[in-house]
Every structure is written in structure tokens, then in C-alpha cells.
């Protein structure tokens, strides 16, 4: 069973995770052309930003794409156009999304029964409404369709392994009780620079201007701070554990954005009123350091309770959770098999080359099943 | 493309994993075979232990296989008469070797050549020579064959996603720079109990022998003791990472076991001497300890330089390795993309419940690629 002879990737998106997931490809496309028994041939054929695009009507691979995009005068394919075309090309399609775009995600059902496999870290897709959940995994082959394959490896913890993990935790009939973790990057950065597990640290909003200034932040801090995105991850991996979480706005999520500041018109406002709720803040790390405990922000699925969770806990300070560095995620799961010492998965859970590698990563298993 | 209506089952091994896993399969075949989109039907064909087998010529499913193979007076079939079994199946096969024979591991090539996939935890055929390792993959699909499909995550950290892991790191074009990590169950107990983080901690032969009493070491412990199941895993990896070992002796392996001791003629012997080396050990704990640091036992793979090595080194109290608990194994991958931080992978790497759920999470990727 040698891999196909030639497989066609459409990529939407250029920016940070893309640029580095079109290098990763060329990398992967080279290897595979060059495989003594069985070569395969990956070829670029649509490419787009949200303003550009490139792309032959009679399917020629791309090159030198990053050039040619930037003199392209070529607006982008409508997502039905765009079904249209990677439907009718001369073989089997990948379609990767290295986009956050919700108008995308919601098109992925239409994407996936028409044959066209999916690869993605966007995490709109698997967070969304339970509905578009549903007819994603009712349209794929791996779920309950017969349509192309769709992988999100990337979509919680960049490119570490969770996703894949929890799925064969499933497959294999483990039973899940707790998934816990630091699911951001940010918010990593935020609270093991905040409180140490050896003490010192600095001032709360401090500690965010300088996550900011290092590009560790959305361009407003506002969106890493009001737990949404951290609450997306965890709708994702508690869906993956069977429960029906509707939405990332169905269970409680902490937001650390003092009420006092919801209104504020700016991130520049919101950063240069953030020092007045220092004290808050303070007060919190004192009562950890109390207990010989350290404060993190953290999401949970308690999978027998059915119950779903974003915000600041306690930990002692012994705790892999509180022993975090940098900006590292960590993801433990607690299952019947594991019994108390889980499963532990840590390392960066954001960047643009390791996110990309989950999407690559997603791509190689793609390959091999559309022999 | 619904997944195959039929594949047929083989397995050799009914021991400590070889049982969990023909729960974990019986709970599998359950849930395939009510999808209801595609049912896949699991068909058990072959079962035997190094004594007794079950089969029927036709290829009938077996059932109340646990009393059966009690009753059975059938002997096992030797391998190349499984092969023209297994060949002649009127469907798909996978055989599962669930035993950590070489005899076994040696007849892979056969199986993947004629078609026949295969999922094993057994290390002996991916860590003896390299010939071997070179023939497998030769014949495999998932190598540069277009023979059988070949799995085998629980060959190191049982069910943890180690080999996966480094697979994806491998394809996606990271660079490996270290894998370092406790890939022992039994040293992992060892020295966390002998040197734990916080202090205290008994006599190394005290150790070994509650680690005895607990099951949680070989019949005879000496078997732990000289590192080769650990330079078992460490080639694994390294031959994964790129690197040509020629076998688990052609690099440094540190072996616990005294010179001294070496000619003892049984483990209880050894057991009763070993008091007698103590002193050594607690000369290295101190040693250590007056660093600030304590001694674990690890492997690790330099891959730029091309070294692998196994043994006793000491780590500050605050590392990863040194925080570990109980009998979990942990494994660190440095890489280009993952920096300074690696990325771990942590939990219990050993028990016939998380080594055959490794074992069935790969047939049920074997599954997906036999469609």
C-alpha cells in the first residue's frame, strides 16, 4: 500500500502559523517526493490571505508563492467557490486552515462531505456551537461520515500531543475523570512570572505590560485575559471526553478583567487603569503564599460530574502545575488506568512553528489515509 | 471511505499485557461493531500462549476464548505455519505479539512482507540488531514497503505517546537535539524511594527489595539492574531519532549490579549479598546531596554527536526528573522548535493496562489504514 502518487493542498492563511506551515510543507514535500519506494507528490494549489490570492484554474502547483502573493492582484475564492474548485481537481485534496476565522470553520461541513480532508489549528471549528461540532464528526471519516478526514491537533496546545492522547484515552476505553492544565501560553507567562514557586515576582499589571511588550499577548491583552480562549480549549478537549458543553460560554469561565475596566474603550485605557486592581491581585497571591501555595490560571473537565471550568486555583507549590517555566502549557490527565500519578503532557502550547508542526503533523496521517 | 467491514485478529501472548489487552480488544469490537455508519467486525482467529493455542481451520471467531484455551490441548503453530494461516484469511489480518520473544520479533518481516500488519510492545524487535530493524521497515507501509503496517508505542513508556511523539517531531522536519528520561518503572521507584526530593530515603538493597516484594521489578531483579531494558528503549529512540546503534550493547549502559556480584548463581543470592554494597550507594547519594542535587538513573541520546548513553546522574532537586513520583517514567525531548524548555511526556510507563492500551490505540490506527 504505497502512499497516493500525488495529493493536492489548498492553505488559507499566511500569517504567522502559515508562513511557518508553508515551510514545514515544503520540508515534508521534498522527503516524500524522494522516497525510493513509493513517492508522493504534494502540490500547492490555492493559497490565500484574507485580501490575496493565488491559484491556476488548471490546478499547476504554486511556486514561489511568497512573491507571487505579494504582486498577486487576485482576490481571494468564496469558501463555495473555492468548494468548487479543490472539489474538481484532478485528485485527492487536504484543505489546511491556518486561519482563526469563524466563516471558514462554519464551512468545513460542506468542505468534508464533498471528500475534502481538513487539517487545522483553528480552534472555531471544535468550539463553536455543539451543532456545527456534530456536523463536522457527521461528515468525516472520522466520525460518522464518509467524507474527507479532519485533524485539529493544533487547536489546544499547539503542537504538543493532547488531542491525539485523549483520543486514544477514549478509543482504547480508558475512563477520563479529570483533565486539568495550563491550556495559554500567556496566561502561563503571566502567573509563573507573577508568583514564582520561589517567591518575588511582580505587580499584576506590570507582569501583562511586559507579556505584552515581549509579544506574548494578542495585540490587546484584553482577549488573552477574559479566559475565552482558554475556555474554547477546554470546550474542545471536554467534547473529545464525551460531554455535550454547547458552547465556551456555557460553563464558568473567569475573566481577569476587573468589572470596572468591561468598558473600557481601548487596550491602551484598559492597560493604564489596570494598576489601580493590583491590590486584588496582591491580596490573592498573599492568601496562596499563606497556604505555601502558589496562584495559576487554570481550565478543568470533570468528566463523571460533567462539569467544565476556567480560572484562578491554588497549588501547592510540590505541584507540577505550580512548577511551570515560561510560558509552557501542561496538560494532566487523570484517568482510571493512570490512577493517581496521571498523564502529563508540557512544553510550549504556542508559536508559530510549533503550532505549525501539529498542523504538518495532522497532514502526514492525512496522507496515509488517503492512500 | 468507512472503515473495513471485517479484519481479522491474531494474538500470540496471553501474560500480564496479553490479557488487558483482549479486554481492551473485546470492549473495541463492541464499539466498532455498533457504529452506525460503518461497523467494523473484529474476528479473533489465533490465540496462544507459549503452550496452548486456539484456532479453527476455517476462521471462525473465537469466543469464551479464557475458558477455552484452558481446555485447549492444541499446541501453538510454529511461525511459519501461522504465516500461511494468517496469509490465507479471507480478509485483512493484524497480529498482535503481546510476548517479549525474539524468536518472534525475528519472523516480523515475513508477516509485514506477506501483507499481514502487526502491533507489539515488544521491544526485542526494534531494539536488536539493526538488521532487523532495517528488514522490518524495508517490508513495512509505514517504511519503505508496501507490505503490512508496523506499530509499536508501548515499546517504550508502555501506553505514553513517546514513539508517536518523536515520529511527529522526525516527519515534520524538527531537529532532535536530546531525548533524555527515567525509562524504567523499577529505577524510576528505586531512586525517587532512595533519594526522594525532600529527603530521607533507605539502603539501596532495601529498596530492591521492597520494589521486589511490591512486583514492581522482574522475578529476578537483576534483571533491572543491568540497564538493558533501558538500552533497549534508549535504541529505540535513537534509531527513531535518526542515528544508526547497531544494538543495545554498542554504547555506554551502566549496570547496577556490583562486579562483585556478577557470578552470583540466583537473584536471591544476590539479594542477600547486595546489603554488602550500600556504602557505595549512600556515597553517592551524599555526594549529591551536597550539590543539591540528587541521583536518578537515566538514558539519554545526544543525536547531533551521535551518543547514547544510560546510567546514574544527578539533577538538581528542581528538575523534572529529580520531582518525579512513584514508578512514572519521564521523557524530554529538546528540540530546535520546542528551545529551551523541552517537551515531556510523564506518567506510569509500565503495567498491563497502560502498555496494552498503547498496544490497542495502535491497532486502532492499523484499523483506520485498512480501510
Known amino acids: 500500500m504505497p502512499l497516493p502518487r500525488q495529493v493536492f493542498i489548498a492553505v ?40 490575496k490570492a493565488l491559484y491556476h484554474n488548471d490546478y499547476k502547483s504554486l511556486s514561489n508563492w ?31 486552515d491556518n486561519t482563526s476565522n469563524q466563516e471558514v470553520a462554519d464551512s468545513y461541513p460542506q468542505f468534508l462531505k464533498q471528500g475534502v480532508s481538513l487539517v487545522t489549528p483553528n480552534k472555531k471549528a471544535f468550539s463553536g456551537s455543539y451543532g456545527l461540532w456534530q456536523d463536522i464528526f457527521a461528515a468525516a471519516s472520522n466520525g460518522n461520515g464518509s467524507g474527507g478526514w479532519v485533524f485539529h491537533e493544533s ?112 487596550g491602551d485605557e484598559f492597560l493604564s487603569k489596570l494598576p489601580e486592581f493590583d491590590g486584588q491581585m496582591d491580596k490573592l497571591k498573599a492568601d496562596a503564599e499563606k497556604e505555601g501555595k502558589v496562584v495559576r490560571f487554570v481550565g478543568s473537565v470533570d468528566v463523571p460530574k460533567g462539569q467544565v471550568k476556567v480560572g484562578l486555583e491554588k497549588f501547592d507549590k510540590s505541584h507540577p502545575i505550580a512548577a511551570l517555566k515560561g510560558s ?12 493517581d500519578n496521571p498523564l502529563i503532557i508540557q512544553g510550549a502550547g504556542a508559536g508559530g512553528e510549533v503550532t505549525a508542526m501539529g498542523v504538518t503533523g495532522d497532514l502526514v496521517k492525512v496522507l496515509r489515509l488517503l492512500q
Open 328 to 339: 509552557d502549557n501542561i496538560i494532566a490527565f487523570y484517568t482510571k488506568r493512570y490512577g
Open 155 to 266: 487547536s489546544v496546545g499547539a503542537g504538543l500531543p493532547v488531542i491525539s492522547t485523549l483520543k486514544d484515552l477514549v478509543e482504547t476505553g480508558d475512563e477520563v475523570q479529570k483533565i486539568e492544565g495550563v491550556f495559554s501560553g500567556t496566561m502561563s507567562f503571566l502567573f509563573n512570572s507573577f508568583q514564582p514557586v520561589n517567591g518575588g515576582g511582580g505587580k499584576f499589571s506590570a507582569e501583562v505590560k511586559t507579556a505584552k511588550d515581549k509579544g506574548f499577548t494578542e495585540p490587546d491583552p484584553r482577549d488573552d485575559l477574559n479566559g475565552l480562549d482558554v475556555a474554547r480549549k477546554l470546550t474542545i478537549l471536554a467534547r473529545l471526553a464525551g460531554l455535550k458543553v454547547e458552547s465556551p460560554t456555557s460553563f464558568p469561565v473567569q475573566s481577569l478583567i476587573p468589572k470596572e475596566l468591561e468598558s473600557c474603550s481601548s
Open 12 to 51: 488559507i492563511g499566511a500569517g504567522g502559523v502559515g508562513k511557518c506551515f508553508l515551510s514545514q510543507l515544503h520540508h515534508l514535500a521534498t522527503k516524500l517526493s524522494q522516497s525510493p519506494a513509493a513517492p508522493t507528490y504534494l502540490s500547492l494549489i490555492y493559497l490565500s490571505t484574507s485580501k
Open 66 to 96: 511568497e512573491s507571487e502573493l505579494q504582486a498577486s492582484s487576485t482576490t481571494p475564492l468564496s469558501l463555495t467557490q473555492l468548494a468548487e474548485y479543490l472539489i474538481k481537481a484532478p485528485g485527492k485534496v487536504v484543505l489546511v
